[in-house]
């Protein structure tokens, strides 16, 4: 990897190379899988739980996830909190052919060009941010990410925020079953934004998930699919931790 990003003083990473995005889809992945579709998060620490896993290989991670079912896979590349880095994005990317999310939290248009040079197929954007007008219209995001080659998923966590997300261009709607303000945790928040929707997009239960029988609960409330995060990484066996799961379906 050496060759790949130079460290600048601030802890981040200026990518030298761009890499390839995925060749398959991950909207048609979903609609055609038949069992439970899931994205899994590779992070090392969080917010709310601290250090999640010691650090590790990410790659050998990565491929123990896709082993197990993962159709896609969310990977950090924020260092506060997170312990992220683009650099274990790039490694894994170079690796896998798997459809990727760059999981970072875009406040600047320059964070979507990193996504575009180090091979994201997905972006992240949360719905509250443009809500509360700590940043300019959502809109403008979301147009300036697809014209970088990227899909974009718009995470919501609110019935009045997941109205709004419809309102874009969004490729995927995510519904953070976590309240970002106070880190709680309710599945419950997927099943009272989805009821009486009648879906036009891929709908992405996110975050709390732990059980089989909370993917069951969670499709019969009108999720597509579900990303996985915090339970696969703190398990012994991450192979046989995704694979629980993704045949709960």
């Not at 964070?111 to 575009?116: L, N, P």
């Not at 309102?167 to 995510?174: F, H, L, R, W």
């Not at 036009?200 to 996985?228: H, M, N, Q, Y």
Request: glycine content about 6%.
């Amino acid at each position: 990897m050496e060759n790949s990003h130079k460290a600048i003083s601030d802890g981040t990473y200026e990518i030298v190379e761009s890499l390839q995005q995925s060749p398959f889809d991950l909207i048609e992945s979903i609609r055609a899988n038949k069992r439970a579709s899931l994205i899994t998060e590779v992070k090392f620490s969080s917010p709310s739980l601290g250090q999640i896993r010691s650090m590790s290989d990410p790659v050998e991670i990565a491929k123990s996830m896709v082993r197990g079912g993962a159709l896609g896979l969310s990977v950090l590349t924020q260092p506060y909190l997170f312990e992220g880095s683009p650099k274990y994005f790039m490694e894994i990317r170079k690796q896998l052919r798997i459809p990727m999310l760059m999981k970072d939290i875009i406040v600047d248009k320059i964070q979507i060009d990193a996504a575009k040079r180090i091979g994201a197929d997905y972006m992240l954007l949360i719905q509250s941010l443009f809500d509360s007008g700590h940043l300019k219209e959502i809109d403008e995001f979301v147009e300036y990410g697809h014209k970088q080659g990227l899909k974009v998923l718009v995470e919501s966590h609110t019935k009045e925020e997941f109205a709004n997300s419809l309102k874009t261009d969004a490729d995927i709607i995510g519904i953070n079953n976590r309240n970002l303000d106070t880190l709680k945790i309710d599945i419950n928040v997927t099943k009272n934004i989805l009821e009486g929707h009648k879906k036009d997009r891929v709908v992405i239960s996110e975050s709390g998930i732990e059980t089989p029988e909370e993917i069951i609960f969670l499709r019969k409330c009108g999720a597509d699919a579900f990303l996985v995060g915090s339970s696969i990484m703190k398990s012994q066996d991450v192979e046989q931790s995704v694979r629980r799961l993704a045949n709960a379906i």
